[in-house]
């Protein structure tokens, strides 16, 4: 009775969770004007009500995968940060597939003291679990990848 209990449970509570998120979403473009004006004063950002506007200012809306979200405007200046295997991900490499890192996100290994760059931050937090072993299967396939690359 109490593993069905359980079941029933979690199952209301993913349910629930995904009627909050579409009822915030629906309410969100119900409530959102249709042409909206970009704060231009610097303080403004930080006032009730003009942090979308900021978002926007920074291209949140934007549909460029490398210009989209308020969090690429954190992005360093081109050519300013340099990772190993030319800024592809580790965890791409292990898997054998080169996945290029503006280094945004960024692993700084304590003991050699090599920067890692990382495409979302999913891919570092997985990485850190066991970075020793990502970083010697990346090395190989990285060899194996340039190696192929040059013939």
Not at 64 to 88: L, Q, V
Request: net charge positive.
């Amino acid at each position: 009775m109490k593993v069905q209990a359980r079941r029933c449970g979690s199952v209301l509570l993913c349910a629930s969770v995904a009627a909050a998120a579409t009822l915030i979403v629906a309410a969100d473009q119900r409530d959102a004007p249709a042409g909206r004006i970009v704060a231009t004063r610097r303080n403004d950002a930080g006032q009730d009500g003009n942090f979308r506007l900021a978002a926007v200012r920074h291209g949140a809306n934007a549909t460029d995968p490398d210009h989209a979200g308020i969090w690429k405007a954190a992005i360093p200046p081109s050519g300013t940060m340099h990772g190993e295997f030319e800024n592809h991900d580790p965890i791409g490499l292990s898997a054998g597939v080169k996945i290029k890192a503006d280094c945004s996100i960024n692993w700084l290994d304590p003991d050699s003291r090599r920067r890692y760059c990382f495409s979302t931050a999913t891919s570092l937090v997985v990485f850190l679990d066991v970075p020793h072993a990502y970083l010697a299967r990346a090395r190989k396939n990285w060899e194996r990848i340039n190696t192929s690359a040059n013939r």
